[in-house]
């Protein structure tokens, strides 16, 4: 399949900014199952950025903006080709041991209810118990918007049963490494179906199987990724793994506006998703 994808963001400060610093991992790798056609980043300042490979195997463009400002646009937009490889993921350029994603985080630090949701659905059973773990995360948290944000834990998704995609992906995780799985977050893009809740930016949740590899699971739609999905990066938890960082001096009163357009095209026709 082929996904055509834009990705903007666009912050506006009611007083200026004097300078600020971009941290952008906006550039999805070729895989196995994911080959990257085209694609371009648009910030200010992009031709001047330092690009890098962090501890994760993301690869990122710092740019430095030294000017006063009081808009900034950062665009990123391509075609990426899948196919579908019911979940396991290889090829990628991994720099962090495996068993850094036993790492525990703020936001997936587990509580007693997500150690019992762990040994309950036996979720070190191998792929078998993984699928278990990613069935019960999803009937228990209800897709839900606004009942949480960006700092809400595993523990506390859980907790109010309600939730989005990175509340489920933070619970799947905690629950994993709480029996010893590796597994890290992913963020990146999709094309859901009639009967999905998703939008097009998305989060999911990837665990280590001795023998396999590493294996995608989205609670949120109870599959393993397939060829709707395009990957992003990855980290420990949706803070580590977000494609947009930065700092800057000034510029008080910021308002945040993301734009992600998805396209799948295919022999029969096209599909298009917007999330705004």
Not at 129 to 153: A, F, K
Not at 199 to 209: C, K, L, S, T
Not at 213 to 220: E, L, R, Y
Not at 229 to 257: C, F, H, K, M, N
Request: glycine share 10%; proline share 4%; with cysteine.
């Amino acid at each position: 399949m082929r996904i055509r994808i834009r990705h903007v963001t666009r912050s506006v400060y009611d007083k200026p900014a004097r300078s600020g610093v971009l941290s952008l991992r906006l550039t999805p790798p070729s895989f196995e199952g994911q080959s990257v056609v085209t694609w371009a980043i648009r910030a200010p300042g992009i031709e001047r950025a330092a690009t890098f490979r962090d501890g994760f195997g993301n690869l990122g463009h710092l740019i430095s903006i030294v000017h006063e400002h009081s808009e900034l646009i950062v665009e990123a937009e391509g075609i990426v080709e899948t196919s579908d490889r019911d979940g396991i993921v290889r090829g990628l350029r991994d720099v962090a041991p495996v068993r850094v994603f036993l790492r525990e985080t703020g936001l997936t630090a587990p509580d007693g209810s997500i150690r019992s949701l762990a040994r309950e659905t036996k979720a070190d059973d191998g792929v078998a118990g993984l699928h278990r773990l990613m069935h019960v995360v999803g009937d228990r948290i209800e897709y839900t918007v606004d009942q949480t944000d960006s700092e809400t834990t595993a523990a506390e998704a859980l907790s109010r049963g309600h939730g989005v995609c990175q509340d489920h992906a933070h619970v799947f995780i905690s629950a994993a490494r709480a029996v010893g799985v590796p597994a890290r977050y992913v963020c990146g893009y999709m094309i859901a179906g009639d009967d999905q809740p998703s939008e097009a930016h998305h989060g999911w949740a990837e665990a280590w199987i001795d023998g396999i590899g590493w294996i995608g699971f989205d609670p949120t739609n109870r599959i393993c990724p397939t060829d709707r999905y395009v990957r992003l990066g990855t980290g420990l938890d949706a803070a580590s793994a977000a494609p947009i960082r930065g700092s800057r001096q000034g510029g008080s009163g910021e308002t945040l506006d993301v734009d992600v357009d998805v396209e799948a095209q295919s022999a029969i026709g096209s599909q298009s998703q917007s999330q705004q």
